[in-house]
């Protein structure tokens, strides 16, 4: 790829970047759409739909940048919780890095690069006709003394991200233990889930809960909650839940909400015939509910061998938890219980060996897919190689040969493929975690980042490299002693992809962030063809597809600094954009819907791990191929010190993530009995986990009756 | 190797055998030598010196053999504890696995093996001439239907190894369980060790250790004792106990004393002026102790930053040891305690970082240790093979074409040099241990055990398959691909060294185990020279050297069986000799030093999953190189299997062996409660972690004065 190729890429992606600034900040202002670019200053009540018009919604104005620039720390935490300021530190943190290893990249390392003349002289004159090749690795000299720049930049930056990662570490552990402090008492800090409950025929699920708590713990067990298959009922209240609030709306507003239903269900005929029928089909199903819900707290049948067993003290729900129960390990099993609203298992599986076993097919699942999404990956690859193209399609030939087009296909398109694909990911790793028997969305969506983010290193990072077949990309891994070598083959030939990789995927992706391009898209058909539905969700920061691509480009900055330290100004703008884009969204857009208080870091840290060792030993290959072999046998101790480093971090960090100290717990529960407020708490703290589809139904058909009610 | 070679080693090794037990017979009703071979009973008084002769006691007998055999399992419990039932388990594990396979291999693989042509006709006239090869795979035709006999071999007996490892694991999980419900309130149950304790300016530690462990656990917390480095009044003392003990001799026997002294120290002159400069000696060394002592208590140097914390009850003691108690886990750090006779810490550590780099300092000079050692086993390797050592060695040539010499050195001297070499190894892998931060006998030798083990199957198996450069071994391991088809070609080739392996070390080393061949001559030394030590200690069994060697027998086994069937008799001999000799030697000789209840058992599971997936690559290999790949395709689920089962055994069983539940701790301290004893119990708990050589020292001169007052 030559350099007026990536101008167009950065052209065309400028552009796009100012058109989705432009529309966002003339749309946001629009009263129709606060749903979509608004919905969570909505929700709070602070932002009122205004009807009245005036000028100055149609022009687009930055006042929103300055807005999210001034956000406190302390404001993101109070408005996203500590998981929103984990994500805002990793763009921070990346930030850093970038700017330290920039400032290295541009000014030493890059002179270094174009005055070498291994692929040819750089034309100073003609700038944009150079090969983007000149500004790598590639064109020094092999042997070259030069080459010990590169050498001590490796050394410099790794010492550097290290320190940074121990203090990031060591900020957000801090961050962790005070928001703990100051939390008041939660359910989920008192109670865990067992599960694999033994069956007897002396008893049901129920009675051996109280019998084996009360046994052990007699003095701190408070109440239990067993819990049911209940996905009929549910489905059953959410089809209630929907009839009355369209009920409700016919009752409220019968004007516009007459008109605006006859445009779609002409043959309905008279609104009051609706209503009743609408109110008749409601009576029904709330009659149905009453029926399962007596059925099931009758029968024991619908009782699954898990329960929520919650206790008098966070102490006492810590110990239940670390300590096995029960003689037998796959018996009585404990976790942590997620927060009430938080519990979600579509999938649960209560048994020990259900569990283990569909977490293996998860597994094995996950591995196929991951091959076998190469495949369009490969596709993607032959279109950025044109003489490709015109083999595979003769007939575009003619189209190919206009520069214009030439120069999309070569520096745009590939990547907006891939990106494409790579939308679907996401998804497809929710609902592989959500069967893994996870039980909560903040483990579902935790597993799903891991997953997400060792699919996208897999494929977008290795399969471009060794760009092709799946089982070359494999054989690789087979032959263990090879592996720096063909990597210093294969990293320094991609580099241009990535760069233009930076480009359309980070800088596009950030911005339709901010335009928010699917919501804003339903929202459209909506309002022109189904009939509104006022209620609208807030929604929440999938961190499982925002952390694993700020985590990529973290990957593609480290490994690619002293190759190609071109990349690293068009990362430096994509993590601008990201900063304010996504201090912005969680101003007006995020409500978060749990708190992990920062579970998402040591995800972070262990990728940057990652990103360093590959770093190093693409550093191995290369120096070894630039026949420079001191440097390479003194790159050795590197990952060495860089894994031992993390192992450090793993003993002093991770601890605090999986679970808190006995001081901490023993301090909090200590400041509780000093309070009034536990024997409230404890009142509620019984019905917490009370399954919401159990609740009984109101007689009355209004709008609330089948609302969950959820504990206040 | 020819079969008359090897019957030359088998003819030796028996002759050896027959020696070793008929002198046994003889010597252990030598009332001198019964220190040696029943020190056990000697010490618990059930076994006299009988002064008087009869001839009986010249005449070798087989009763012990008759007596070992009767020997039930709750005997071995209460004679050797658990780690004895353990070990014995190994063996009659072992022994059935390979009756079974032994049935297999030697009435359907091996007469397919020989039947087969490949490597020439099986000569059936002239037995002795044929070559050991024609009894292995190498002999069957590349491609025949004969080796899915093989193949089915391998699936079956893998089959049966799983079904048997699932039962022991569950039997000796109940053993342990039930050992812990049978014992009686024991100290380290109640105590945990805390080490990297945070220093500070205003308290000294234990100070700290009691408001730290007051505030966290006010109605558990029963005491603590304070770790202080004593070594040098250690010394002192053991110095002096030798005078007491030189004295109280001088004193009680005096004729015989006298003339024994005489011969050796003559120029002492008159015995009195002896006993008169022994008793200055020793009063000025109480002297030296007690002012160390009193050193020691006043000053808070000697203090380490680690102690021993008692609680109330075992689950208390449970609850502070797996809840990480500080907000800070490189602090406040919580081990299981072991039991009071059973702390051993020459080289302890007591902060978090210092013990974590020692741990990686013996890591790495364990893995130089590893690869240095396989020097002497390229020698070795060297001397089996006859044309090689005449063109070292060109004088021997002569002497080489006597047929007996050339038997004796293919046969036997190679193994018999390999495990001269090999007896090093355990005690420097129990030193190396003993220098990672363990803090008990039986910590150090548990993780010798796993140290031995590994150094032992790289060293004396993989080593030897490749006989060769440290290179050539390391390498495969750098190219995973081809590992089966290169184990393909070297394990049945090291067929015959192997089969004389089991001969030549495990014959020898199990008869010269019963005849206690360095004891003998230690104690033949201590009579014809040194004046007479009336003191000896009981022997514990090493079980760091002693499960090695068992478990390596296994890994032949399991390898070779389907290989070379030829190997299972020698083995099942032996492990009959083996179960004979350790059952009597448990009577005789061993009495247990410690108690880990089992612990050793994970280790042997390990081995076994180890060997069984290993056999499984070679039969991969064998099978591709035989031309059967459907066979070698059809081998792949197998060791996928066996490793779901290994993990399910882990999840199943291994928690067990790491801490007791909840239900058992609490079940046991509700029984306690009931009982009377405990106020007693707890006097002593207070004391019991005390470092003996802190009690104080009585001013006479008795035997008595300078024994270490433990806990009784």
């Avoid at 596009?508 to 609208?536: G, H, Q, V």
């Amino acid at each position: 790829m030559i350099v007026s190729a990536l101008l167009t890429s950065v052209g065309i992606n400028t552009a796009l970047c100012v058109l989705f600034f432009t529309l966002y900040s003339i749309l946001s202002k629009q009263p129709s759409y606060y749903e979509v670019y608004v919905p969570r200053l909505l929700a709070e009540g602070t932002s009122r739909r205004r009807s009245h018009f005036n000028l100055e919604r149609l022009i687009p104005s930055a006042g929103w940048v300055a807005k999210a620039w001034r956000l406190s720390e302390d404001e993101i935490l109070s408005l996203s919780g500590l998981d929103g300021v984990v994500f805002m530190r990793l763009i921070t943190f990346s930030l850093k890095i970038f700017s330290f290893a920039g400032v290295i990249g541009i000014f030493v390392i890059l002179p270094v690069n174009c005055t070498g003349d291994a692929l040819g002289e750089f034309d100073v004159g003609d700038l944009i006709s150079n090969s983007l090749d000149v500004f790598t690795i590639s064109n020094v000299k092999n042997g070259s003394n030069w080459l010990w720049i590169h050498f001590s930049a490796v050394y410099i930056v790794t010492v550097f991200i290290c320190f940074l990662l121990y203090n990031e570490y060591k900020y957000i552990t801090t961050k962790r233990i005070s928001y703990f402090y100051s939390s008041p008492p939660q359910p989920h800090q008192f109670t865990i889930l067992v599960h694999s409950i033994p069956t007897s025929s002396r008893s049901n699920i129920s009675e051996s809960v109280t019998n084996f708590f009360k046994e052990l713990y007699p003095s701190t067990y408070l109440s239990h909650v067993v819990v049911r298959r209940t996905s009929k009922i549910q489905s059953l209240l959410n089809e209630g839940k929907k009839l009355g609030k369209r009920i409700a709306q016919l009752r409220s507003d019968p004007t516009q909400q007459e008109y605006k239903h006859r445009s779609c269900f002409e043959f309905f005929g008279r609104k009051t015939d609706l209503i009743d029928h609408y109110e008749k089909k409601l009576e029904d199903i709330e009659e149905n509910v009453r029926l399962k819900q007596s059925e099931a707290s009758l029968e024991g049948e619908k009782e699954t061998r898990a329960a929520f067993v919650s206790f008098k003290s966070r102490f006492a729900a810590a110990t239940a938890f670390r300590l096995q129960p029960s003689v037998n390990p796959t018996q009585w099993i404990t976790e942590q219980a997620p927060e009430p609203h938080d519990v979600y298992w579509p999938f649960f599986s209560e048994s020990f060996m259900r569990r283990w076993i569909s977490k293996l097919v998860v597994i094995a699942v996950w591995i196929v897919f991951t091959i076998l999404f190469l495949i369009p990956v490969v596709v993607v690859q032959g279109l950025t190689n044109l003489s490709q193209l015109e083999v595979w399609f003769p007939f575009l030939k003619s189209i190919l040969t206009i520069t214009f087009v030439s120069q999309v296909i070569t520096g745009y398109l590939p990547s907006l493929i891939l990106q494409l694909f790579l939308k679907m990911v996401p998804p497809v790793m929710e609902f592989l975690s959500s069967i893994q028997g996870y039980i909560s969305h903040s483990d579902i969506e935790k597993s799903a980042c891991d997953k997400v983010l060792w699919f996208t290193i897999w494929n977008v990072f290795f399969a471009t490299l060794f760009s092709g077949s799946v089982l070359t990309s494999l054989s690789i891994f087979l032959e263990p002693k090879s592996i720096p070598q063909r990597l210093a083959v294969a990293v320094p030939a991609q580099a241009s992809f990535f760069i233009a990789y930076v480009v359309t995927s980070g800088w596009t992706s950030t911005s339709s962030e901010l335009f928010r391009i699917i919501p804003f898209i339903c929202s459209l058909m909506r309002k022109t063809c189904i009939c509104t539905d006022d209620e609208f969700e807030v929604p929440s920061l999938r961190f499982h597809s925002d952390i694993p691509r700020v985590l990529l480009f973290g990957l593609l900055g480290i490994t690619y600094f002293f190759l190609a330290p071109l990349i690293l100004p068009f990362l430096l703008i994509y993590l601008c954009l990201a900063y304010i884009i996504f201090r912005n969204q969680f101003i007006n857009v995020y409500a978060p819907k749990y708190e992990t208080a920062g579970k998402f870091w040591p995800t972070v840290h262990n990728s940057m791990i990652f990103s360093l060792v590959l770093m190093h030993i693409i550093a191995v290959g290369i120096f070894a191929l630039k026949k420079v072999s001191l440097a390479s046998t003194l790159m050795f101790p590197l990952p060495v010190i860089t894994l031992l480093f993390n192992e450090y971090c793993r003993k002093r960090f991770l601890p605090i993530f999986v679970s808190y100290s006995a001081e901490s717990l023993i301090k909090k529960d200590r400041e509780d009995q000093n309070g009034n407020t536990m024997d409230e708490f404890f009142d509620k703290l019984v019905i917490a986990y009370k399954d919401p589809a159990l609740h009984p139904v109101r007689n009355t058909s209004n709008t609330d009756s089948l609302r969950s009610p959820l504990l206040s």
